[in-house]
């Protein structure tokens, strides 16, 4: 007997680097990112029941361990939260009559840069599709993410990512087969495929502001338009490096953000960045001694990245 109720993990994300070659004729930007899981998720429950008319309804809670960093002034109104979006477009491109329950448990901040949204609103669609037996095919489910946002299809795929076009082109990427963690962390004398346990040490800094990625990606698009240049000009395919394209924008108008970074440095971090349009920073460490460190002493939360 199939189930009616399903509980997903909803991982953050971060930009271990997040390269922009140029803006579409769409009006989308042309990325190329490596985008990375973490442990830090958020909880997912959907459940269903047979209806003779369609209706979702969602209901959000703060893990009260984070209620420091889900502001709950933040929180979406029901019609506008992605995962409700999500649900709602679900039903009605499957022409499915069904009751839709969603409890999210919120550990992941919002606007602050680690897909929290979207990696809920795919964790709804992935439990949808399980719960009434895969009526989209994985082109389909591509299509529909694709509606609702460019990061909602990299949170349809487990683990590391390289991400491109818009956001619908996706490679697995393997922390364990020499990969692009290799330079950033070869002076540790580390093997690079010791890695592979989901043991890297990951510090996260939620400064307790929201940066609209709608804000960053338009200035961003105006500077283009107003200079002609695009980090397409000087793009590089140096893989092992931190790299934001976006940065320089978001420190001009959050200089705060700059600190934390050097903060973050000054205790040993192999690797440190701004993720996405941000406003979240973030760490590698060599040792989980070094990250529990820098996070006491910048009032910053430790995880980890999760496994290949």
């Known amino acids: 007997m199939r189930p009616f109720s399903l509980i997903i993990q909803a991982p953050a994300k971060i930009n271990y680097a997040l390269r922009i070659l140029g803006v579409r004729k769409d009006n989308y930007c042309e990325l190329r990112s490596l985008l990375l899981k973490t442990t830090l998720h958020d909880e997912v429950r959907v459940s269903f029941s047979r209806s003779s008319k369609m209706r979702v309804s969602l209901h959000c809670n703060i893990d009260p361990h984070y209620s420091d960093w889900v502001l709950s002034s933040l929180l979406p109104k029901q019609e506008d939260n992605l995962a409700y979006r999500a649900a709602v477009l679900f039903l009605q491109k499957c022409h499915l009559d069904a009751e839709v329950e969603i409890g999210i448990v919120k550990r992941i901040p919002i606007g602050g840069g680690l897909g929290g949204g979207s990696s809920d609103a795919a964790a709804v669609l992935l439990a949808l599709q399980q719960l009434f037996e895969y009526p989209l095919s994985e082109a389909q489910l591509l299509a529909l993410s694709l509606e609702l946002g460019s990061d909602l299809p990299a949170f349809l795929h487990r683990g590391h990512l390289l991400v ?17 963690l290799g330079t950033p962390f070869a002076d540790s004398g580390r093997d690079p495929g010791s890695w592979s346990k989901g043991e890297i040490p990951l510090v996260l800094h939620y400064p307790g502001f929201p940066i609209s990625t709608a804000e960053i990606y338009d200035a961003y698009k105006k500077a283009a338009s107003l200079t002609g240049v695009g980090a397409g000009d000087n793009y590089d395919r140096d893989k092992t490096r931190v790299q934001n394209d976006l940065e320089p924008l978001i420190v001009s108008r959050y200089p705060e953000l700059s600190a934390i970074k050097k903060s973050l440095g000054e205790f040993g971090a192999n690797a440190v960045g701004i993720t996405g349009t941000g406003s979240s920073v973030f760490a590698l460490f060599e040792s989980l001694a070094q990250a529990n460190a820098a996070a006491e002493a910048t009032n910053s939360r430790c995880f980890a990245l999760l496994p290949d």
Not at 166 to 172: A, I
């Open 164 to 180: 491109m076009g818009r956001g619908e082109r996706t490679e697995p990427l393997s922390l364990q087969k020499g990969g692009f």
